[in-house]
T-cell receptor, first 110, second 116 residues
């Protein structure tokens, strides 16, 4: 079977750093995506990792370890607008459908 | 460039009625996906089109669901007759064809379906 785990909820303070973890066991692997979703809106692409290591993009970074089946999304200098759900999703191969975790609801407080 | 659009944004229907959801992918995207999120659960795959052909429909829950993509442009997802458990948010996503580097899927805002 396929399984993707991430924490259900997290709370962090404005200006701080937060790390959202994701572990996966899937039948294939051709990359891991992180999406951000505000309530009632479309999930929007944040990052894609297919090789081990850290990818940095502004305040957001994403890390992947294929051998451990593990990824994290790191958000720095948190802003109130970062309050959203963060979805971890694995691509088994090519243009196949994404396999999603349940998402982590992040609340940024003052 | 316009993103993925879906219509309607919300639909409330009674059990036994029919509803048709529409998705307009990003122009030129060969791949079109339908997903569904039921309350409290993860987003789950329903169906994948490559152009007008059904590439994978292993996620369709039963034969009350019918998806089409005539002409390889927009797609419709019909639920007939609707049941209470069909309630949820239906997302559409599109991506470019093979040969791309990231396989990024662009999502629409979803259609929230409530069956009463």
């Amino acid at each position: 079977g396929q399984n993707i785990d991430q924490p259900t909820e997290m709370t962090a303070t404005e200006g701080a750093i937060v790390q959202i973890n994701c572990t996966y066991q899937t039948s294939g692997f051709n990359g891991l995506f992180w999406y951000q979703q505000h309530a009632g809106e479309a999930p929007t692409f944040l990052s894609y990792n297919v090789l081990d290591g850290l990818e940095e993009k502004g305040r957001f970074s994403s890390f992947l370890s294929r051998s451990k089946g593990y990824s994290y999304l790191l958000l720095k200098e948190l802003q109130m607008k970062d309050s959203a759900s963060y979805l971890c999703a694995v691509l088994n191969s090519g243009n196949t459908p994404l396999v999603f975790g349940k998402g982590t609801r992040l609340s940024v407080i003052a | 460039e316009a993103g993925v659009t879906q219509f309607p944004s919300h639909s409330v229907i009674e059990k036994g009625q029919t509803v048709t959801l529409r998705c307009d992918p990003i122009s030129g995207h060969d791949n079109l996906y339908w997903y569904r999120r039921v309350m409290g659960k993860e987003i789950k795959f329903l169906l994948h089109f490559v152009k007008e052909s059904k590439q994978d429909e292993s996620g369709m829950p039963n034969n009350r669901f019918l998806a089409e993509r005539t002409g390889g442009t927009y797609s419709t997802l019909k639920v007939q007759p609707a049941e209470l458990e069909d309630s949820g948010v239906y997302f559409c996503a599109s991506s470019q064809g093979s040969g791309t580097a990231t396989y990024e899927q662009y999502f629409g805002p979803g259609t929230r379906l409530t069956v009463t």
